[in-house]
């Protein structure tokens, strides 16, 4: 953990190194993906089978040792305990009213010269979803990202995870269940990207693959982009807390170490202007390891990762968080709108001091799936057009290609490109 | 030319084929890029003198060796023949008109529990766009980049262009000047997007990275992807123009070839339902090529990868062209709203008889920057989205965290994440 001052002078050194820390893709990883795609593409099924064999010790011979049916995941759905069914259906609940509310406009007008202009959204036709298995298969997440799949309007939304020894996690079906799920295949790694993305005989390809991944599920989708859509390079996840005084410091502890019991490489922040406050923060941190069954985790991350910064006053936190541009900001002050207002990259931003991030990982409605590694600076969260597209359209009119048409002709010629203005000048003629 | 019909029995093999045909990039090219981003990143400015020196016999040594000044382009655009001056602000005031209309709406409501829900968009500060020096060297093209950025809100928007023995274009920086770009730098290639990217001593560098180039561009857009956001993945472009027989041969026959003259890997692909007709067509292309000044591209393009489908009936021609998801769609009928409504899979559509192709490249509004290589299956034109991001937020009031926080503890919990369960259930106790 490092405790930064703003005031001190070699504060912008260190926070700069911080700023420009960002975690590389191995070499030897690539070079694996590329080899286990090349050999899905080319062999298709049988390269699934020796790797699913290899890396998951699970054989891929018969149909329920390919794929989970429906009824399987309905079975799962039933056997939950009633509280985490109703939990599951909220949680879906909610996320499908906010992503509801991401459905595009399309457009369709006749401007002053005649000229039909517009632009018409639709769903690609099939969608895949990657769930890890183990210790990463968090139901939320397959809400996350098969919901605004559904709500956009993708007919066939395929989820590939691996089950190792052929154990599949029951919340994870159940989940699938209420989402609609409609195929899952227990395929994982860069082996089930490279699947969904080419198709095999048995998996047919889909137009899009999203879901969170190891190291080489992230490169997979990578080295894939533009084969298929993708939702976003992933890289460790953050969360950055600017806290006054006035807050419980073991609200705010608990708040950093939710991001540092993900995985060693998370990273916490605390932003706050007063020194006992963060003493209060840190202390109360280190207590929490002491009986957190996550402690393992949340303790690399915080160890390795964790930043305190200390300002001397709360209005250098907006610029400092765009710089760090995370995952997650809470802003937890009496007026966090006066913050919020000043700030430009982040992830999702969570306001006022009852509003802990967790409750945007699994129930308030926006998308948990959000930029990570500074990337808010230019991407945005998941979202219902991460599953559309969109076709523009024209439409001339004899009056219209007149008004225009001229113009498009000289610069046609201008640009060396003489049969581009032959096919509007003969219409004009 | 492949001229297949879909009565016979061997079309849908052709077909598939066509439809699967995917040039792939160059694995000798992929790794060239690698060394080349590496050198930029790590040595900067005195890498992008050597590249520079080597590929296009330039010294980047004083200022306007490096650099062209808003001056310089003003200067471009004074020169401009007069109808050539209005026409390049015809065309940038339309693309602005129709780029205009694609800013996204915020959204802030307060659902019926008392959380108050929502997203803000927001623009990336800086945006690189690469225009390719030499043939390619498009002013539409730079007006097509470039007014999308500036309408999203970019305060930094900076053209790298390659100027081979300190050559510019006088058109390219016009358009420059029409555009509002505020920087502009003397390098191409690969080299030229790792400087955007990473940024060097001199130029800052950018968070989105957009534009047409070469391959050595493309595959260096690929590989930053994530470090910046990118466009698009570029491949060869295309044309599909579904057309019955009461069309001109003539004009059809531009509009192919309007495509094909943009380089030897472009595709032309007509569907009609009438032999005569497609006759007609084939016969004025072989005419064009006799006195087109582009026709050795053309030609080569047109005999390497043109296509002529005929099918029975019209009534076909939507399936068709959505397994071909091609960048641009044709339709010139008398009724083309009937075609276009069955249609799913276009970059963008041209409605009608008399709406050529090569009005949606220069003056129409839509953006021409468009899915290629069946990518209109997941993908759209570039947009101002391309240069915004949004941030969703979430607040909740004590009443809204108590009604939905414990159904977001119990999924902490059954996930094995107990610090996101303990940082909601201390704010209920």
Same mark, same amino acid.
């Given at each position: 953990m490092q405790l930064l001052r703003? $005031?001190? %002078?070699d504060f912008e050194t260190k926070f700069a190194k911080i700023v420009r820390d960002r975690r590389e893709s191995d070499a030897q990883v690539g070079r694996d993906v590329a080899t286990i795609l090349n050999e899905v593409r080319e062999r298709g099924d049988s390269a699934l089978v020796e790797y699913t064999k290899r890396?998951?010790?699970?054989?891929?011979?018969?149909e329920d040792d390919w794929s989970i049916s429906k009824e399987a995941c309905k079975a799962a759905y039933d056997r939950l305990d009633d509280a985490l069914r109703e939990a599951l259906e909220t949680a879906a609940s909610r996320i499908r009213a906010y992503h509801e509310g991401q459905l595009p406009q399309d457009r369709d007008y006749t401007d002053e010269i005649g000229m039909r202009l517009g632009a018409r959204w639709s769903a690609v036709e099939a969608a895949g979803l990657y769930v890890p298995g183990g $210790?990463? %298969?968090?139901p939320s997440s397959l809400l996350m990202n098969a919901i605004p799949a559904k709500v956009a309007g993708v007919e066939r939304l395929v989820v590939t995870t691996p089950t190792p020894g052929g154990e599949a996690n029951d919340l994870v079906l159940a989940a699938a269940h209420v989402a609609g799920v409609d195929e899952i295949y227990r395929v994982g790694g860069a082996q089930a990207v490279a699947a969904l993305a080419f198709g095999t005989e048995r998996i047919a390809r889909v137009d899009v693959v999203v879901g969170p991944g190891n190291a080489w599920v992230a490169e997979a989708k990578r080295q894939l982009y533009g084969v298929v859509g993708i939702d976003m390079v992933a890289g460790p996840s953050e969360i950055l807390v600017i806290a006054?005084?006035?807050?419980k410091p073991e609200w705010i502890a608990a708040d950093l170490l939710s991001q540092a019991e993900?995985?060693?490489t998370s990273q916490s922040i605390l932003i706050t202007d007063d020194r006992g406050f963060a003493s209060q923060v840190m202390d109360q941190i280190d207590l929490e390891f002491l009986k957190l069954p996550t402690a393992k985790t949340a303790k690399a991350s915080w160890d390795d990762h964790g930043l305190v910064v200390l300002v001397d006053?709360?209005?250098?936190?907006p610029a400092l968080s765009d710089r760090l541009a995370a995952e997650h900001v809470e802003i937890a002050t009496d007026d966090p709108e006066a913050i919020f207002a000043k700030?430009?990259?982040?992830g999702s931003v969570f306001l006022g001091?009852?509003?802990?991030?967790a409750v945007g990982d699994y129930?308030?409605?926006?998308?948990?799936?959000l930029p990570t590694g500074r990337r808010a600076r230019f991407a945005s969260g998941l979202s219902v057009l991460d599953f559309m597209k969109r076709t523009s359209f024209i439409g001339a009119t004899d009056g219209a290609l007149k008004a225009i048409g001229p113009a498009a002709v000289r610069l046609a010629e201008a640009e060396g490109l003489p049969a581009h203005a032959l096919s509007i000048s003969r219409r004009l003629s």
């Open positions: 703003t $005031r001190d %002078a890396f998951d010790q699970h054989n891929l011979t018969g $210790r990463a %298969a968090y006054d005084k006035n807050n993900h995985d060693p006053s709360l209005d250098e936190a700030l430009r990259h982040a001091r009852m509003t802990p991030e129930i308030a409605g926006p998308n948990h799936v």
